[in-house]
């Protein structure tokens, strides 16, 4: 398996525009994680999904962001508009539920966002 | 509330010597798991260690190995051995079942420890 891939790698984008980052995470994973990472607050699990259904959101900072999950294999986070305090490091990371709890998430490589 | 606590922002820890890395947690779930994770500069997660809440035995990983007292709800990282390539963040991180999240697990990370391995 190729991991959980995130795309893009990098993003530039001028404040107010629209940002959408993507996440595949590993085949036969049944839970889906967003996280955003900061200097100064770490990593912020903004939303998580379980079977593609959205389990809990209460990190996502405003209104402006969104996430989905249309499928097992495809999620989307999205920020409109953006502005500059949204430059961060965005991960996402999937695991699989087990009998005794689940397996530890696996992270993708990460989207650096940059909103100038 | 922090469930997820670090307190130490850096380390320092000289080559070959064993360094301990500082994790306490809350929870409410008696079935929980703790994690360890490593960040080297380079920005990938790389997981090291993990320690089930009904484990009898403290888990090891090669040289790593997590002191765990639950008692205290801490969960530490020891190194041993320190290398330079050891030198990165280290964050803790902890699943359980929130009060409310209908048994979702969730995984909730602490804000991190940066060592620094001096040769």
């Known amino acids: 398996d190729a991991g959980v891939i995130q795309s893009p790698r990098h993003e530039v984008t001028e404040m107010g525009q629209e940002v959408t980052l993507r996440c595949k995470p590993i085949?036969?994973?049944?839970?889906l994680f967003w996280y955003r990472q900061t200097m100064m607050r770490g990593l912020e699990l903004l939303i998580y999904?379980?079977?593609?259904?959205?389990?809990?959101d209460s990190g996502m900072p405003e209104d402006r962001f969104s996430a989905k999950m249309p499928n097992a294999s495809f999620s989307t986070l999205k920020i409109q508009p953006s502005e500059p305090r949204d430059s961060a490091v965005y991960f996402c990371?999937?695991?699989?539920?087990?009998?005794?709890?689940?397996?530890?998430?696996?992270f993708g490589q990460g989207t650096r966002l940059t909103v100038v | 509330a922090q469930k997820i606590t670090q307190t130490q922002p850096g380390m320092f820890v000289q080559e070959k010597e064993a360094v301990t890395l500082d994790c306490t947690y809350d929870?409410?779930?008696?079935?929980?798991?703790l994690f360890w994770y490593k960040q080297p500069s380079s920005g990938e997660m790389i997981f090291l260690i993990y320690?089930?809440?009904?484990?009898?035995q403290n888990a090891t990983e090669g040289r790593y190995s997590l002191n765990f007292q639950k008692a205290r709800k801490s969960a530490n990282l020891v190194i041993s051995a320190s290398q330079l390539g050891d030198s990165a963040m280290y964050f803790c991180?902890?699943?359980?079942?929130?009060?409310?999240?209908?048994?979702?697990?969730?995984?909730?990370f602490g804000i991190g420890t940066k060592l620094q391995v001096i040769p």
């Open positions: 990371a999937s695991s699989l539920r087990t009998g005794g709890g689940f397996t530890e998430a696996f």
């Open positions: 320690q089930g809440s009904y484990d009898q």
């Open positions: 991180a902890m699943r359980d079942r929130p009060r409310g999240s209908g048994g979702y697990q969730k995984v909730t």
């Open positions: 999904f379980n079977n593609n259904v959205p389990i809990d």
């Open positions: 929870t409410s779930d008696p079935s929980y798991g």
């Open positions: 085949s036969g994973h049944d839970y």
